[in-house]
């Protein structure tokens, strides 16, 4: 089965910066094609950040526009969440999601436990 593992959220200052990463393993993946980080604030739904297909094309929740950067190293399967300026907005649970193939179970779709990342003064 394939796994994710998350790291990096923590306690910041406004204005201040975090990166988060995430690895998939496991589960005898054959090819990992999209990555993303999602978010959810207490009594909001989950909502996209950032996404980063295999080719490098990426997709951003409006409001973290040039504060957020994702990048990903395919022959890791890892992705990686740049973020600058935060604000107390982005206060949130941070899950990874890896959508994919493996050679033996065919295609999943996974997502991460999920780490804390508040901003805070």
């Known amino acids: 089965q394939v796994q994710l593992v998350e790291s990096g959220g923590g306690l910041v200052q406004p204005g201040g910066s975090l990166r988060l990463s995430c690895t998939a393993s496991?589960?005898?993946?054959?090819?990992?094609?999209?990555m993303g980080w999602y978010r959810q604030a207490p009594g909001k739904q989950r909502e996209l950040v950032a996404r980063?297909?295999?080719?490098?094309?990426?997709d951003y929740l409006d409001s973290v526009k040039g504060r957020y950067a994702i990048t990903r190293e395919n022959r890791k399967n890892t992705v990686y969440l740049q973020m600058n300026s935060l604000r107390p907005e982005d206060t949130a649970i941070y899950y990874c999601?890896?959508?994919?193939?493996?050679?033996?179970?065919?295609?999943?779709?996974?997502w991460g436990q999920g780490t804390q990342v508040t901003v805070s003064s």
């Open positions: 999601n890896a959508v994919g193939v493996t050679r033996t179970m065919g295609g999943f779709d996974e």
């Open positions: 496991g589960g005898s993946i054959y090819v990992v094609s999209s």
């Open positions: 980063i297909n295999r080719d490098g094309r990426t």
